[in-house]
T-cell receptor, first 110, second 115 residues
Framework: SQQGEEDPQALSIQEGENATMNCSYK?????LQWYRQNSGRGLVHLIL?????REKHSGRLRVTLDTSKKSSSLLITASRAADTASYFC??????????FGKGTRLSVIA | NAGVMQNPRHLVRRRGQEARLRCSPM?????VYWYRQLPEEGLKFMVY????????ESGMPKERFSAEFPKEGPSILRIQQVVRGDSAAYFC?????????????FGPGTRLTVT
């Protein structure tokens, strides 16, 4: 399966702390994307990192990609209660649509 | 610029009835994707369509499920003779690029409950 797998499945932190989520995948990819889903809502695109990129920033988000290890990490710095959501990685193998993982449920406690 | 629209937001059907879910992509997007999500699970790809064409339906069950994206109007996901196992949230996404080359914009989803 090419499915990305997020780790951990659930994460609970205090407001102000950093949250790190990891994603592993199995085949070569063109890009990897991270999405957020608030409870009962659709997914919102956060960031896309291409296979030739190693790190990308967007506000309080930092994404890394290690194609040799087939893994990516999403770091949220100075977390807020509003960051509470499920976070999914999705991989683009190039000849099929995006493949989503099962997600990490993040709870940020005020 | 309206986002991806889905309707209805909630749909209740009895076993054996038909469910019809609609999705209007973002303006200018010609690529539409349907996903199914079970509680506490990730998204499972079902089908990828462009106008009047099914590009990839590898994730769609062979029976009872069908999808279309006509030249005019929204994309439709149809489930015939629904069963309890069809209860899930169904999300539609659209993009301006094919496959997974670019970001996808998601609708709010349709929550189907089969009683």
């Amino acid at each position: 399966s090419q499915q990305g797998e997020e780790d951990p499945q659930a994460l609970s932190i205090q407001e102000g702390e950093n949250a790190t989520m990891n994603c592993s995948y199995k085949t070569s990819i063109n890009n990897l994307q991270w999405y957020r889903q608030n409870s009962g809502r659709g997914l919102v695109h956060l960031i896309l990192i291409r296979s030739n990129e190693r790190e990308k920033h967007s506000g309080r988000l930092r994404v890394t990609l290690d194609t040799s290890k087939k893994s990516s990490s999403l770091l949220i710095t100075a977390s807020r209660a509003a960051d509470t959501a499920s976070y999914f990685c999705a991989t683009d193998p190039g000849n099929t649509p995006l493949v989503f993982g099962k997600g990490t449920r993040l709870s940020v406690i005020a | 610029n309206a986002g991806v629209m889905q309707n209805p937001r909630h749909l209740v059907r009895r076993r054996g009835q038909e469910a019809r879910l609609r999705c209007s992509p973002m303006k200018g997007h010609s690529h539409v994707y349907w996903y199914r999500q079970l509680p506490e699970e990730g998204l499972k790809f079902m089908v990828y369509l462009q106008k009047e064409n099914i590009i990839d339906e590898s994730g769609m069950p062979k029976e009872r499920f069908s999808a279309e994206f006509p030249k005019e109007g929204p994309s439709i996901l149809r489930i015939q003779q629904v069963v309890r196992g069809d209860s899930a949230a169904y999300f539609c996404a659209s993009s301006s690029q094919s496959g997974g080359a670019g970001e996808q914009y998601f609708g709010p989803g349709t929550r189907l409950t089969v009683t």
